[in-house]
């Protein structure tokens, strides 16, 4: 761009240099994809929790999620995410149950 050219040493810049647009990104790029994708709308944000909600019913330590969304502490990825954890209680008491004699993991 030249001269129009402005560095603000930005990852994400237009073509101008300057910081994008957070609503023209949402109407011109986000929402075409969301809408391709058969995705109901959704806000850029709730990709957020759809990751963190994924990683912790993959198992993912609640200490690395809460790093990865950069909070302060786990208590707050806790207070957050606790619906997700119940199901991983189950998880956890099939994985006592094969080291302790019952291959299945299924409870007897």
Known sequence: MGQ???DYD???ANAFG???DGNNLRVRSFAPLIAR???PAIRVHDLRHTAATLMLGQGVPVKVV???LGHAD???TLRIYAHVLPSMQDVAAGAMDRMFGNPTGTVR
């Open 4 to 6: 129009h050219w402005k």
């Open 10 to 12: 930005l990852v994400f």
């Open 18 to 20: 300057r910081p994008l």
């Open 37 to 39: 994708a058969g995705v």
């Open 66 to 68: 809460s790093e990865m």
């Open 74 to 76: 786990i208590a707050t």
